[in-house]
């Protein structure tokens, strides 16, 4: 019985060292989460943009080759 309340115990340090870590994070994860959307929606506007500058340079292109 004793080894198994030890690994309970054991257990129980892990799991509160983690949240320890991740204590920032867990009060306020109001503010974490609107700057992951603001970084995700300044990547998606860059990553549409140059979607769109790679679909123009390949229209330009399939122009070029018909001539």
């Given at each position: 019985?004793?080894?198994?309340?030890?690994q309970w115990?054991?257990?129980?340090r892990i799991?509160?060292?983690?949240?320890?870590k991740?204590?920032?994070?867990?009060?306020?994860?109001?503010e974490?989460?609107?700057?992951?959307e603001?970084?995700?929606?300044?990547?998606?506007r860059?990553?549409?943009k140059?979607?769109?500058?790679?679909?123009?340079?390949?229209?330009?292109?399939?122009?070029?080759?018909?001539?």
């Amino acid at each position: 019985m004793k080894d198994r309340e030890k690994q309970w115990i054991d257990n129980l340090r892990i799991l509160e060292k983690h949240l320890e870590k991740n204590e920032k994070w867990l009060q306020r994860p109001e503010e974490k989460i609107k700057t992951f959307e603001k970084n995700a929606a300044n990547w998606n506007r860059d990553f549409n943009k140059k979607i769109s500058d790679l679909e123009e340079s390949m229209k330009y292109l399939e122009k070029r080759m018909e001539n």
